[in-house]
């Protein structure tokens, strides 16, 4: 342990040496011993704060240290004052070194045989701060860091050293600086604070566990008033004004900026995406301004509507996803479970679930893209064998469809066969063009899931996310040009440059045509098929989905200008809903539609309306029969 005495010798000796080989040497051997050009400051890191479209704070990502940098003009003047009268006294008066400072600490360790006083000055303390860290303390630590401590007073005015001073100095329940401390004991900016805050928190860095105001009011008290004390001695405060201060109580008010945040599930996505463009490490490090594609009216609405047609308890858990069609952007997240559950996944980016028939469009987009019409007749028994080697189960056994309830749909073109949702016709679409070429079509429309190459993908067996059907029903709504889900619009960075979020280049996933064609099959389910709930009085294009006994159910729809998918289900298993909210049992045409209408009728009634492009011959000129492959054996019983 090297106290103020071991420095004071070593200042001594210094000295001598400058009296007897020259005045400069002293500082010149201390100054041998650093290089402020050679060293790099120790990385603090400060949070990163998060914010909606409008500029409203959604939350912060904290860094390591939750710290937020401030100049002097933003922090109360009172903790300046109040700083210097407990930590250095003298900081205005003296150098680097307060050699007075030093001399007397010396005298005190003399008289009490131990290291009682420190002699550090702010300088000294912010050197150790930027430039050494945790450091033991040995004889070359305390030389570098006074040496350090002069560079930097031969650098920096005074004025700027105390501004770095606050803006570093630890204060306790990880509040590095004095922005991240006002908020953290008080709730309010740091130029907000009283004198009686300000010396609360000034007092603080020399032991902030022994000081913790939450864990010990009244050792946090006592040093306040130590602090009240020696403002009153160095003429920072009158006599009146230090009485009345020191009879108030602390009056804490604990923070939650670091702490609370807003739209926790779109929260972490915005957090995922930071760490996969700028690393894990640059976001630790924080001091990130993140503005995000986030509407907050839209998100608001969207938490509403769900909430609404979801309100008891023990109702089914629900996402909704909200997209710009022609720029990919996130304009809403909302994720609501009734139980008031926080889960630990996000339903809308992680959740993986069965999307039933509102899959049916990929299968649908790969037949006409293979050079079928949607004026192509089909027969819609009932039920169905296919006895396609593709399509056998485990046991080779054909596949066996079946429609919803058992009913015969009859014979029909495919717009009917979408808007009426027939699997046995799906199933035979399937067959036409390959389970794998069902695959490649999804995948290009955005579903990023590993899917296998079945016949059954085409009722939407398999799992995939809320953002991933949004993401692919957004690519049909701008005509087959897919852009990748974006949850950010621009970051400034810790040293102020604005910079957009890097967005991956739009593609082509399908001709205008062909997606021109799916829009108008599509436009047929909201008009006279399983999804006219969803009808808003403008053109919509839209599917239902609902996964087999129920257990989740879907409504994928949009307009030129906004693509929305709304789920519903149980989250952590697969659970019939049976009845929910007065339905039995749940599909999409129900309350996953219904949301979908409350959601997109409130949030586009100041939006113009726009229609879609008619594909060519969307009018049939002479339509024409064709006749499923007569291998398929079919039949007309039905029962529903």
């Known amino acids: 342990m090297f106290g103020a005495l071991t420095v004071l ?43 909606a479209q409008d500029n409203s704070l959604l939350g912060t990502i904290p860094a390591k240290k939750n710290r937020q940098q401030l100049t002097l003009a933003q922090i109360s003047p009172w903790l300046p004052k109040a700083t210097v009268a407990i930590e250095d006294r003298r900081f205005w008066q003296h150098g680097a070194l307060d050699y007075a400072g030093i001399a007397r600490a010396a005298l005190a360790d003399l008289q009490s045989g131990r290291s009682a006083q420190g002699a550090s000055t702010l300088t000294q303390q912010l050197a150790k701060n930027l ?42 329940n990880q509040a590095y600086g004095v922005g991240a401390a006002a908020q953290t004991y008080f709730s309010k ?48 405060l009158k006599p009146a004004a230090w009485r009345f201060a020191r009879h108030q109580p602390l009056r804490l008010t604990p923070g939650s900026l670091y702490k609370t945040i807003h739209e926790p599930y779109f929260f972490g996505y915005v957090d995922q995406q930071l760490v996969a463009q700028y690393g894990q490490q640059i976001v630790e490090s924080g001091g990130l301004r993140v503005r995000t594609t986030i509407d907050p009216v839209l998100q608001r609405l969207a938490q509403r509507t769900i909430a609404a047609h979801l309100p008891s308890k023990t109702d089914p858990a629900s ?20 139980s008031g559950e926080r889960l630990q996944f996000n339903l809308a980016t992680q959740g993986q679930r069965q999307a039933g028939s509102s899959f049916k469009p990929f299968t649908l987009a790969a037949v006409l893209e293979h050079g079928t019409s949607l004026y192509s007749y089909f027969s819609g028994p009932s039920q169905m064998t296919i006895p396609d080697p593709r399509c056998q189960d485990g046991y080779h056994q054909p596949w066996d469809v079946h429609n919803n309830a058992d009913e015969t749909e009859g014979t029909m073109n495919l717009i009917d066969a979408t808007a009426n949702s027939v699997n046995t016709i799906f199933a035979q679409l399937v067959t036409q063009v390959g389970p794998p070429a069902v695959v490649r079509m999804a995948h290009r429309l955005g579903i990023q899931s590993t899917l296998r190459p079945v016949c059954s993908i085409t009722l939407g067996t398999q799992a995939v996310s809320p953002l991933e059907m949004t993401t692919a029903y957004a690519t049909f709504a701008n005509r087959g040009l897919r852009h990748e889900p974006q949850a950010i619009e621009s970051v400034r960075k810790a040293n102020g440059e604005v910079v957009p979020f890097q967005q991956s280049k739009p593609q082509v996933a399908l001709s205008p045509e062909i997606a021109d064609e ?19 009085g403008r053109p919509i294009a839209g599917k239902t989905g609902t996964a087999e006994n129920y257990v989740d159910a879907w409504f994928c729809g949009y307009v030129p200008q906004l693509a929305t998918c709304v789920w519903v289900g149980y989250p952590h298993r697969e659970q019939p809903m049976n009845y929910v909210e007065g339905y039995a049992p ?7 539609a219904l949301i979908w209408h409350g959601f997109m009728s409130q949030g586009l009634a100041k939006t113009p309306v726009e229609n879609f492009v008619s594909p060519s011959g969307s009018q049939p000129q002479g339509s024409y029969y064709t006749q499923p492959p007569s291998s398929y054996p079919t039949t007309s019983t039905s029962t529903r």
């Open 189 to 236: 900016r740091a130029s907000q604070l009283t004198v009686v805050q300000a010396a609360l928190i000034a007092g603080l860095p020399q032991a902030p566990t022994a000081y913790d105001p939450f864990r010990d009011p009244k050792a946090a008290l006592a040093r306040r008033n130590e602090v009240l004390d020696a403002m009153l001695k160095n003429r920072a």
């Open 518 to 536: 799916v829009t108008f099959a599509l436009e047929a389910v909201t008009q006279k098929g399983t999804g006219t709930a969803a009808a808003i």
């Open 9 to 51: 010798f070593i200042l001594l000796g210094l000295a001598v040496g400058a009296t007897l080989l020259g005045a400069a040497v002293g500082p010149t051997l201390i100054e041998s011993r650093c290089d402020l050009s050679l060293l790099k400051p120790v990385n603090l890191g400060t949070n990163s704060f998060v914010a």
């Open 131 to 172: 430039y050494i860290g945790k450091p033991s303390r040995t004889l070359g630590r305390k030389l570098k860091e006074a040496c350090l401590a002069m560079r930097l007073a031969d650098k920096l005015p005074k004025r700027s050293i105390l501004a770095r001073y606050l803006n570093v100095v630890y204060y306790g």
């Open 586 to 592: 749940v599909y999409g045409g129900t309350i996953p």
């Open 319 to 338: 996402a909704l996803v909200a997209i710009d069609p022609r720029n990919g952007r996130l304009r809403a997240m909302a994720i609501d479970v009734p």
